[in-house]
Nanobody, 126 residues
């Protein structure tokens, strides 16, 4: 069982920045994929950013150029740096990992991920 603890959410004004972190109990170098998702009430969980083993970093179109995904294998931690935040970015953010490496066309699907963090609230005020 892999455990994920995500943190770093909070309240910020539009145009501001926040940095999320997710500590993983397993070696992230052994995992097939890692990602950040977000969800608002009544909506499906949405892929934000992530990567597959030996793959490029993927971003949702809505966050390209504003958010940056990164990871630190030595600390078994993944990050999401969020800049120029907008009220539309308000959501609960979840980190997720998969032991398997999903094919590229399926890498954005929540069903491809085995383990999830508890979620951290990000609220952007206008």
């Amino acid at each position: 069982q892999v455990q994920l603890v995500d943190a770093g959410g909070g309240l910020v004004q539009a145009g501001g920045s926040l940095s999320l972190s997710c500590t993983v109990s397993d070696r992230i170098g052994s995992l097939g994929a890692m990602a950040w998702f977000r969800q608002t009430p009544g909506k499906e969980r949405e892929y934000v950013a992530g990567t597959r083993t030996s793959g490029s970093t993927l971003y949702a179109d809505s966050v390209k150029g504003r958010f940056t995904f990164s990871k630190d294998n030595a600390k078994n931690t993944i990050y999401l740096q969020m800049n120029r935040l907008e009220p539309e970015d308000t959501a609960v953010y979840y980190c997720a990992v998969s032991r398997r490496r999903p094919i590229l066309s399926q890498a954005r699907r929540p069903s491809e991920y085995d383990y999830w963090g508890q979620g951290t609230q990000v609220t952007v005020s206008s």
